[in-house]
T-cell receptor, first 112, second 114 residues
């Protein structure tokens, strides 16, 4: 069966520090991968998506970047965190536009 | 810009009541999905609707996709406290590539009181 792992679950980082959030998928090949950010109790904003290794599309200009070094691994990074980067980050995958997303359990990032 | 407007944003009802949540857009979508999310967790897919006018039932939940594929609704019959959560609609805009990229509504927070 397919599973998605996202870690860490919670992270508190000082302003100006680097960030690396990792997401891995098991049980499928060549998935579409996504990073979303969610404000408290609200909808999801798409940050990055990837349809293959090394292929990254950015949806909004920001202080973050993404990479896909392996087929089932998706990484969200920042060189220097800002206070406004705080939020709930969600990784998700699917296999095409008529298929629903499977989400990871999320990472609560607080920048202090 | 394709937007999905959800209403209401907040809903607080007593156990046993019925409710409907709406998801509207001026754009056409190839498909619409509904998710339910509990605090501190990722959203969980409830249903995907693809055909205009389609109705799907999941126990006490009824989902409908508008004939023009621009809107959708979620109806819950005899709500239970376990239905409490954030409900999100999400759609794939018509004409988009096969990236599966979803546009999300802003969510409806449902509280069912005992």
């Amino acid at each position: 069966s397919q599973t998605i792992h996202q870690w860490p679950a919670t992270l508190v980082q000082p302003v100006g520090s680097p960030l690396s959030l990792e997401c891995t998928v098991e049980g499928t090949s060549n998935p579409n991968l996504y990073w979303y950010r969610q404000a408290a109790g609200r909808g999801l904003q798409l940050l990055f998506y990837s349809v293959g290794i090394g292929q990254i599309s950015s949806e909004v200009p920001q202080n973050l970047s993404a990479s896909r070094p392996q087929d089932r691994q998706f990484i969200l990074s920042s060189k220097k965190l800002l206070l406004s980067d705080s939020g709930f980050y969600l990784c998700a995958w699917n296999i095409g536009r008529f298929y629903g997303y499977t989400f990871g359990s999320g990472t609560r990032l607080t920048v202090v | 810009t394709q937007l999905l407007e959800q209403s209401p944003q907040f809903l607080s009802i007593q156990e046993g009541e019925n409710l409907t949540v709406y998801c509207n857009s001026s754009s056409v979508f190839s498909s619409l999905q509904w998710y339910r999310q509990e605090p501190g967790e990722g959203p969980v897919l409830l249903v995907t609707v693809v055909t205009g006018g389609e109705v799907k039932k999941l126990k006490r939940l009824t989902f409908q996709f508008g004939d023009a594929r621009k809107d959708s609704s979620l109806h819950i019959t005899a709500a239970q406290t376990g239905d409490t959560g954030l409900y999100l609609c999400a759609g794939v805009p018509q004409g988009s590539s096969n990236t599966g990229k979803l546009i999300f509504g802003q969510g409806t927070t449902l509280q069912v009181k005992p």
